[in-house]
């Protein structure tokens, strides 16, 4: 059976600091994977979404970037995090070819200081 | 801009009865739609879908239904149990176009089963 992983699951990072989230799925080979942040109070909002090693689409401008180095792993980073980036962050994994049914990670929260 | 809204931030419902729970999208590429459940500190979980070539599907107490010229969807939950207390949001997708390969979520409506 598939599984995604997420780590970690909070994390508190001062203002002007780096981030790196870390997702991984097991038990699938190409993948499509997801990154999606949800505000306080607000819906799952599309960040970042991946059919291939290499191959990254950016839904919105932000302070973020998004990297696939293995056809398994989806990373998400920033250089200097802004209090803004604040959320509750989810991965996502559906099959290639039908992005329909997506499966979700255990998210991380994410709080900046 | 919101193509998916759910106007119902919030539902309270007794254990048994039914739990209805509404989805208005503005998108008319939109060919697919989803709810997902999700519980506090976790990712979100698949609950039950509808093609647009359809206007009912029914999963145990879980019944979606479409209406495409009014462009809503509704979930209802019947009968409604208190490990059902969660957020709900409404998703949808296109094969065509911007919406291809995406979801486009909803806020959520957080439900309450009381006993």
């Known amino acids: 059976s598939q599984t995604i992983h997420q780590w970690p699951a909070t994390l508190v990072q001062p203002v002007g600091s780096p981030l790196s989230l870390e997702c991984t799925v097991e038990g699938t080979s190409n993948p499509n994977l997801y990154w999606y942040r949800q505000a306080a109070g607000r819906g799952l909002q599309l960040l970042f979404y991946s059919v291939g090693i290499g191959q990254i689409s950016s839904e919105v401008p932000q302070n973020l970037s998004a990297s696939r180095p293995q056809d398994r792993q989806f990373i998400l980073s920033s250089k200097k995090l802004l209090l803004s980036d604040s959320g509750f962050y989810l991965c996502?994994?559906?099959?290639?070819?039908?992005?329909?049914?997506?499966?979700f990670g255990p998210g991380t929260r994410l709080t900046v200081t | 801009d919101q193509q998916v809204k759910q106007n119902s931030p919030s539902l309270s419902v007794q254990e048994g009865r039914i739990s209805i729970l509404n989805c208005d999208y503005t998108n008319s590429m939109f060919d697919y739609f989803l709810w997902y459940k999700k519980y506090p500190a976790e990712g979100p979980t698949f609950l039950i879908s509808?093609?647009?070539?359809?206007d009912k599907n029914e999963d145990g107490r879980f019944t979606v239904f479409l209406n495409k010229s009014a462009k809503h969807l509704s979930l209802h939950i019947v009968p409604s149990q208190p490990g059902d207390s969660a957020v709900y949001f409404c998703?949808?997708?296109?094969?065509?176009?911007?919406?291809?390969?995406?979801?486009?979520f909803g806020a959520g409506t957080q439900v309450v089963v009381t006993p």
């Open positions: 996502a994994w559906s099959v290639l070819g039908n992005s329909y049914e997506q499966y």
């Open positions: 998703a949808a997708s296109g094969s065509v176009g911007d919406s291809w390969g995406k979801l486009q």
């Open positions: 509808i093609s647009s070539i359809k």
